[in-house]
């Protein structure tokens, strides 16, 4: 039953982001004409599919039985932590901001389904092994990466994902050093949730050690 249920949550949970990503996809790209790089542009898309991505192939390498993968592990810890600050900023920015072209379902299933179970696959099906905190550094590789994108990039086309990545905006501070501070708040925040959810998976793995009733998923 356990082994079921881990694959069919994992699976379907993939599944429902790569629906709702395909559909607004369809509603943004091929009926608004919205540039396909700017849809591909926003972090929540990117770690949706990230997150879908990671779920999948916990699923095959369980399936397969597969050895503890440092590759997976960083692809794991990157996504849970990146969908879970993607919630946590929808709700403290962006949550009151409407827009014709967003689908609402699609909406929800990207910033509060996703985030909330990819958090919920990390509480239940807890890492294969301790993380040692130096391990999880790379787990910041890829909002560092799409920060950097997004602004050599924004400042070549002229756009942006986000408001308060905006120089033009900047945020509450304005100009390049609204920019400048929120960036830095949220790189903080990756690195405070990435910290917890280490903390978190290591006490699991302790307690599944100290009591072993499953093997590790």
Do not use: C
């Not at 950097?148 to 905006?166: C, E, H, I, N, Q």
């Amino acid at each position: 039953m356990q082994r079921n249920t881990l694959l069919g949550y994992r699976f379907l949970l993939a599944a429902l982001v790569v629906v709702a990503t395909a559909a607004q996809f369809a509603r943004s790209v091929l009926e608004l004409g919205f540039d396909p790089w700017n849809f591909f542009g926003y972090f929540t898309i990117l770690s949706n599919l990230l997150g879908a991505y990671a779920l999948v192939w916990g699923a095959v390498r369980f399936i397969r039985r597969s050895k503890p993968s440092a590759a997976y592990e960083v692809v794991r810890g990157s996504a849970t932590a990146a969908l879970a600050i993607v919630g946590i900023v929808f709700g403290l920015l962006l949550s009151g901001i409407e827009s014709d072209a967003v689908i609402p379902w699609v909406d929800t299933v990207h910033h509060v389904v996703m985030p909330i179970g990819i958090v919920l696959d990390w509480l239940l099906w807890a890492p294969d092994r301790r993380i040692a905190w130096r391990r999880s550094l790379p787990w910041l590789i890829y909002p560092l990466a799409f920060l950097a994108w997004t602004l050599v990039r924004g400042a070549v086309v002229g756009w942006y994902p986000y408001w308060f990545l905006d120089p033009a905006d900047g945020g509450a501070a304005g100009g390049p050093g609204g920019v400048a501070l929120y960036s830095v708040g949220i790189a903080v925040g990756f690195f405070a949730v990435s910290a917890l959810l280490v903390a978190i998976g290591n006490l699991l793995v302790a307690r599944r050690e100290k009591h072993p009733t499953r093997r590790p998923l």
